[in-house]
């Protein structure tokens, strides 16, 4: 791995309720490089969307608490002022969400919202803008773009308003774009299309990727590495086609095999016992330790740190690893 | 149980207990965490207990007159002071109280329970809707206290009359709310699948619209209270409203308003009783709203 | 969308039709005939039947109620019992003053309401929060009624400042129709402006929480930005739906308020003729202001078509 | 063979769109048929737009539909049929919802839900639908003590579970599964498809399991009709379809999920599904179809018989 492009250490998020204070994510350590491509796993309620906010600390500051660092070459993103973050925020990292239907401005045209980023960042003009905007709608092939740029959300289909999400996303060649769950919402064969659309700018603009998504498999056509997030941590990382050859935590293991196959007819499929955990109800030791079916007598009470597992692997469990030292 | 237990472990037998967790007690905990319906709420419980209190802490004769006390200014023994027929100020405008929170809480209720029937009706039965929201929306066109005044016209200075003015003057208003949630639950899914069981239009708007609909109605039931209390004192005001002798706060203040520089202190209480009624009410409608239905908006 | 419009306005006509037959319907249910308060009391019975039948009274209700909508058709309101003119003549008469006193109080409703609201969601839960909407709940919860007493003892009889009493018209001087009207008109907006603000706010915070508006953050947009051309681009849209129902609310607050500023407008008309049951004015002026208002939300109802691009291009 | 229970022919639905300005009719469904045989599921998959919902709420009476007929249990339900048609077919046929969360009423206790349709059949003492619901608690896999519990006291998983329990609770013979698994984790997906299976062996249940969801479908299906802009592209059994879809759509759906270790990425398919409104001349799929002619594009394919299932191209 080159330079270190962004270093997470000891990430830990709560939010404040009318109960008081939640912990969401807790003990998210990972780094990025240049170019790098990471995917995000996990469930509901795992985190994984919560620690994709928190880099750029998109939550609502009022009822939100971050803690740790988010060192964004070398800069810690929690310690920068309003000024600097937004500075950083759509130029250096870009972010694209799920559910294009609500994350566009209903009132706002195509060019107003792709050009405004342009606007900030570089200081271009609004004619300037404009047919940068329709550069970018060419560039994620969006079909007569020079009409479509005057156009507002509505009139376009769910894809079409997930290409323009990404136009803005690229707008000012960012080094890092970070997808939080880009194609939940879309049909399958617009899915691909999507993701297909990312590759090809990724390996274009020379940018590192955060995927953050539920589904295993469309993490693991895109990604190089996948950190699998359980109940507010990361449980296990490592190389992608090495998780899949032999998943080192037991709940990557029976998330893996809960997918159903394509390839095969099954009857019943495996299963994990149990639900997840919500936030203010989970175990003090290893989290999954109630569902697990490999647990120990010690498992439920010992917090564990993750452990190297070699082969640029990580876990927090014991059952694999023999050798038992925590990542530095 | 003070502490609220969320979620259920998932296969593993819970403790064989009834659930105390109702949406209901969950809203009513909110609800008393909620720093401006808790000042509103001790704020109007205060001014119900003296309402009741009256014929204790007063002289127990609002309309007494008496000539030798004309205009006294607030003093000990006339803690408000007496008008100008030498009525006791403080006894008028707490038996005033009884009047006025009488009025607008009759109204809001009235209002709340014709105008979900209403609602429902239009939402769930769709032929009648076109007819009933158009009806309301002829209602609508007129602000509520113009409606009054020419219902409470029509009708004569009466209590009663007061109170019917008002009401039909607020019933649009919750028929639209209520309708307008009602629309929306009636397209969930819950709704469908008692359809689907074979349930009757009466059963489903009984068991499933109404009780749903119940957050969002209360909601503006609270602020039709405030509103109410305002209208009514605005009609006794004009002179079209609660007859005397009945010591109302709105006509106190006008019979107030021809001696407002000498005598300030007649307007000067009882404005200031409604103030406070209608700022208790509606902290308390601030409080509900933001508890159980943020979006709710309210047309006054 | 011109489609639309014309549909708002096709809507418009049951509902104008609805608004004159209940106006009729209620009337006719006023208390005393207005043949015998006419002829005055004591008249003898014949003189009361004569009148009767001149004014039409004697025919089945629904002649009536036909004879009156073909009058009003041609905007012929009958005549007022004890004005001596015709009614639409005393409404035309004394329309500027009302609309002058509602147009005066909205002009201060809107920009302050929405910028109280504004100020309170964009420092949303801080002090200037509780401020800003303490404020504006004061508004919604004191009788107009009485604040414009008490305005009236302070800035006319113990200041001097301002006139307590009485319409200037605009052609007499700008500044002395402004003065005239600057107080009646604080007092009836107070009220408006207490509701716009608190709707502002919460239509703010809604929008606020849209994901739209976390875009925004995310292409580094600032929070002054985000808040003025995001968030309220959107919230303009029931702002604005708002305004036209807040004008209606001004138009019908000034019944009260013209009564205590002895402004002779339609309110004072309509509180009067109520007084002295001159039925045919307060038919008139009730009929009059219900048309003005289900044609200020037709208005409405087209300005939000031409704002909101979801409906315009669709 | 086992018996059919549901048949379904050239069922078209359409919609009529537009308010005010021009009335469009829109086909969400045109021209479907298919059957459904005692203890078997039907998956019924495609992407949004494609009918498959709206199939579902014909098949339990929530949609008449504008052509064609339905055959539930030998009763026919037409264009013409009343409300009152179904009467006799409420109990016997059964909805599962996408949502548990929407489909439960939050005022109400799980248990109450359960036995609504209990109560609405009638017939049945208080203490008897309190054992039946008890029962029903302990057959989806919840302890039967949970039943005084409100809705959002359950996770998703358990609350579809919940929502099974009520479907199941008349004794019914054929459940329409719409999205059942969608709005659930990888981990409770499988629990409730395999509680799904269960239930069928246990009650001999018919399902029209109705998903996006390509490799769900395959889990839980016996047969599968794949649709495509609201006409049945492909139907066969399950592991003919999987194996060697015939129709270019099928196999365009197949490559377009996403899956670990993929030998090579297929090339994907491009375009979006075409308007409902405005459906091209000839075959649906021709104006996104790599292989599509210029007969593809002039005349629209029937569904036809190959080899041992049905097939609407002109390619196969």
């Known amino acids: ?328 | 149980m003070t502490d609220a237990t969320h979620g259920v472990g998932a296969a593993t037998p819970g403790p064989a207990r009834v659930s105390t967790n109702s949406p209901m007690r969950l809203a009513l905990r909110r609800l008393m965490r909620h720093r401006s319906f808790r000042v509103g709420l001790v704020m109007l419980l205060l001014i119900v207990l003296l309402a009741w209190a009256a014929p204790w802490i007063t002289n127990g004769t609002p309309n007494a007159t008496s000539v030798r006390v004309r205009f006294t200014p607030p003093s000990l023994d006339y803690p408000f002071g007496t008008d100008n027929f030498g009525r006791d100020l403080w006894t008028r405008v707490v038996y005033g109280a009884r009047v006025s929170l009488w009025i607008g809480f009759t109204v809001a209720l009235l209002s709340a329970f014709f105008g979900g029937i209403i609602g429902v009706c239009a939402a769930w039965f769709r032929r009648l809707d076109s007819l009933l929201m158009r009806i309301m929306d002829a209602l609508m066109a007129f602000p509520a206290i113009l409606l009054a005044i020419g219902v409470s016209a029509v009708l004569g200075p009466q209590l009663s009359s007061v109170i019917i003015a008002l009401t039909s003057a607020y019933i649009p208003r919750c028929a639209r709310m209520v309708r307008a949630s009602a629309l929306v639950i009636r397209e969930q899914d819950y709704v469908e699948a008692a359809r689907i069981s074979g349930a009757s239009s009466l059963r489903i708007i009984l068991r499933h619209i109404l009780p749903n609909c119940l957050a969002p109605l209360l909601v503006t039931l609270t602020f039709v209270f405030a509103y109410a209390i305002l209208a009514e004192a605005t009609l006794s005001f004009l002179g079209i409203g609660t007859p005397p002798p009945h010591a109302s706060w709105g006509n106190i203040v006008a019979q107030g308003r021809d001696f407002a520089v000498e005598a300030w202190w007649i307007m000067l209480f009882p404005g200031l009783a409604i103030s406070i009624s209608a700022l208790s009410i509606n902290l308390m409608g601030d409080g509900l709203r933001d508890v159980l239905d943020p979006r709710l908006k309210i047309e006054g | 969308m011109i489609k639309l419009i014309l549909t708002r306005l096709a809507q418009a006509v049951p509902v104008m039709l609805i608004v004159a037959i209940l106006t009729f319907v209620l009337m006719k249910l006023l208390p005393g005939d207005p043949a015998v308060l006419l002829a005055g009391e004591g008249a003898d019975l014949d003189k009361v039947d004569a009148l009767r039948r001149e004014l039409g009274l004697d025919r089945p209700l629904l002649i009536q109620l036909g004879s009156w909508l073909a009058d009003l058709a041609r905007f012929d309101l009958g005549r007022s019992l004890f004005l001596n003119q015709p009614v639409a003549e005393a409404i035309v008469e004394r329309l500027p003053v009302t609309l002058s006193l509602a147009m005066v109080a909205f002009v201060m409703t809107i920009p302050i309401g929405i910028i109280m609201g504004m100020v309170a969601a964009y420092w949303r839960d801080s002090w200037v929060d509780t401020a800003v909407m303490s404020l504006a709940l004061v508004g919604v919860s004191v009788p107009n009624f009485w604040l414009a007493i008490l305005a009236i003892i302070l800035f006319s009889v113990t200041l001097g400042w301002l006139p307590s009493a009485g319409y200037v018209p605009i052609d007499e001087g700008l500044w002395l129709w402004l003065r005239s009207l600057i107080m009646p008109a604080a007092v009836l907006a107070l009220f408006q402006i207490g509701y716009l603000a608190r709707m502002t706010r919460s239509e703010m915070l809604e929008v606020m929480d849209q994901d739209y508006v976390r875009t925004a953050r995310a292409k580094g947009v600032s929070e002054l930005r985000t808040v003025a051309k995001h968030a309220f681009r959107n919230a303009l849209v029931s702002v604005l739906t708002v305004s036209g129902y807040i004008f209606s609310l001004l138009v019908g607050g000034s019944v009260v308020i013209e009564q205590i500023f002895a402004l002779p407008g339609i309110g004072r008309l309509l509180v009067q003729a109520i007084m002295a049951r001159d039925i045919p004015v307060v038919q008139g002026t009730m009929l009059f202001l219900g048309f003005m208002f289900v044609a200020i939300n037709v208005l409405v109802d087209i300005f939000y078509t031409v704002v909101d691009p979801r409906v315009r291009y669709d | 063979m086992t018996e059919t229970i549901v048949s379904v022919r050239n069922l078209t639905r359409t919609f009529v769109q537009g308010g005010a300005g021009g009335k469009q009719l829109l086909k969400a469904v045109e021209d479907v048929s298919f059957d459904i045989r005692r203890g078997e599921t039907l998956g019924l998959v495609g992407e949004s737009g494609s009918g498959k919902s709206t199939i579902g709420k014909v098949l339990v009476g929530a949609l008449p539909p504008s052509e064609g007929t339905v055959d539930l249990f030998g009763t026919r339900i037409t264009p013409q049929s009343r409300d009152r048609a179904w009467k006799p077919l409420r109990h016997r046929v059964q909805f599962v919802f996408q949502d548990p969360h929407a489909a439960l009423n939050p005022r109400m206790r799980v248990g109450q839900s359960i036995a609504e349709p209990l109560e609405v059949k009638g017939g049945m003492s208080r203490a008897d639908r309190h054992a039946r619901v008890e029962e029903l608690m302990e057959l989806v896999g919840l302890p039967p003590n949970f039943l005084d519990r409100f809705p959002h006291e359950f996770s998703g998983g358990q609350r579809q579970r919940i929502v099974i329990a009520r479907a199941l609770a008349l004794n019914p013979d054929f459940v329409i599964c719409d999205e059942a698994v969608a709005s659930l984790d990888v981990s409770m997906q499988a629990q409730i498809i395999n509680l799904l299976k269960d239930l069928q062996d246990r009650m001999g249940l018919s399902y029209l399991f109705i998903a996006h969801d390509l490799a769900v479908v395959r889990a839980a299906s016996h047969r599968i009709a794949v649709l495509y802009a609201g006409q049945v592209v492909e139907l066969a059994q399950r592991s003919d379809l999987y194996q060697r879809p015939l129709h270019p759509y099928t196999r365009a759906l197949l490559d377009a999920v996403p899956r670990a270790r993929k030998r090579q990425r297929p090339p994907v398919l491009g375009g979006e599904v075409p308007s409902l409104l405005n459906k091209p001349r000839g075959c649906n799929f021709s104006t996104r179809c790599p292989l599509a002619t210029e007969h593809c594009r002039q005349v629209e394919p029937a569904l036809r018989e190959v080899e041992g299932r049905q097939v609407a191209c002109h390619l196969v």
């Open chain 1, 1 to 328: 791995m080159t330079d270190k492009l962004l270093d997470v250490r000891d990430l830990a998020v709560s939010f404040r309720t009318d109960r008081g204070w939640i912990p969401a994510v807790d003990s998210v350590n990972f780094t990025l490089g240049e170019g790098d491509a990471l995917g995000i796993v996990g469930e509901s309620g795992s985190g994984k969307s919560v620690t994709a906010l928190s880099l750029l600390r998109l939550h609502a500051e009022r009822n939100t608490r971050i803690e740790g660092q988010v060192l964004w070459r070398g800069r810690d993103v929690l310690k920068l002022s309003r000024g600097q973050l937004q500075q950083l925020r759509g130029s250096e990292i870009a972010m694209v969400f799920q559910d294009p239907i609500h994350t566009l401005n209903p009132v706002l045209n195509i060019a107003d919202q792709i050009g405004e980023s342009l606007r900030i960042h570089q200081g271009m003009t609004g004619a300037a803008a404009r047919r940068r905007a329709i550069e970018l709608l060419d560039t994620v092939r969006i079909p007569d773009a020079a009409r479509r740029v005057n156009d507002y959300p509505h009139q376009l289909s769910g894809g079409q308003r997930q290409r323009v999400m990404i136009a803005i996303a690229i707008a000012c060649q960012p080094k890092l774009l970070i997808a939080d769950e880009p194609t939940t919402a879309l049909d399958v064969t617009v899915q691909a299309q999507i993701m297909e659309l990312l590759r090809q700018l990724r390996a274009d603009l020379g940018m590192s990727v955060i995927l953050i998504s539920h589904d295993l498999g469309l993490v693991s056509e895109f990604a190089d590495r996948v950190m699998v997030m359980y109940a507010g941590q990361p449980i296990e990382m490592a190389p992608v086609d090495a998780l899949f050859d032999l998943p080192l935590h037991p709940y990557s293991d029976g998330l893996i095999s809960a997918i159903p196959d394509l390839d095969s007819d099954l009857d019943r499929l495996p299963t994990i016992a149990g639900s997840i955990p919500e936030p203010t109800r989970r175990p003090a030791g290893c989290r999954f330790a109630p569902r697990c079916p490999h647990q120990k007598a010690d498992c439920r009470n010992t917090v564990l740190p993750m452990l190297e597992a070699g082969g640029g692997r990580a876990v927090r469990c014991t059952l694999h690893v023999t050798d038992k030292r925590a990542v530095a």
